[in-house]
């Protein structure tokens, strides 16, 4: 079964940082473009980094300068390391990913699928 799981949300004093990584797993061939959104209560879900197949990042201004998304091929997992949070970062946060899957007797497919998400709660 083909899934991303989200860990390494928390609560956390504002200043803090956290990592956050989503994990392919599956028979997965490759993760092409990832992205980490995130969605408060009562607001809709934002977009906030992305990283391309080629490794090009690109960032919400909400979070520009203080977000960083990674990848590490070889596990097919995708961090965001936040930093300097704040309390409006508190949020449910979840990664979405494309994914190069492994088809018996036929071509890999490729789809879009989506994390079960990991609360970050930014605090005093």
């Known amino acids: 079964q083909v899934q991303l799981v989200e860990s390494g949300g928390g609560l956390v004093q504002p200043g803090g940082s956290l990592r956050l990584s989503c994990v392919a797993s599956?028979?997965?061939?490759?993760?092409?473009?990832a992205n980490w959104y995130r969605q408060a209560p009562g607001k809709e879900r934002e977009l906030v980094a992305t990283?391309?197949?080629?490794?090009?990042?690109n960032y919400s201004d909400s979070v520009k300068g203080r977000f960083t998304i990674s990848r590490d091929t070889a596990k097919k997992t995708v961090y965001l390391q936040m930093n300097s949070l704040k309390p409006e970062d508190t949020a449910v946060y979840l990664c979405?990913?494309?994914?190069?899957?492994?088809?018996?007797?036929?071509?890999?497919?490729?789809?879009?699928?989506w994390g079960q998400g990991t609360q970050v709660t930014v605090s005093s």
């Open positions: 979405g990913a494309e994914l190069v899957t492994f088809v018996p007797h036929s071509d890999p497919d490729i789809d879009y699928y």
């Open positions: 990283i391309t197949k080629n490794d090009v990042t």
């Open positions: 599956g028979s997965i061939f490759k993760v092409n473009e």
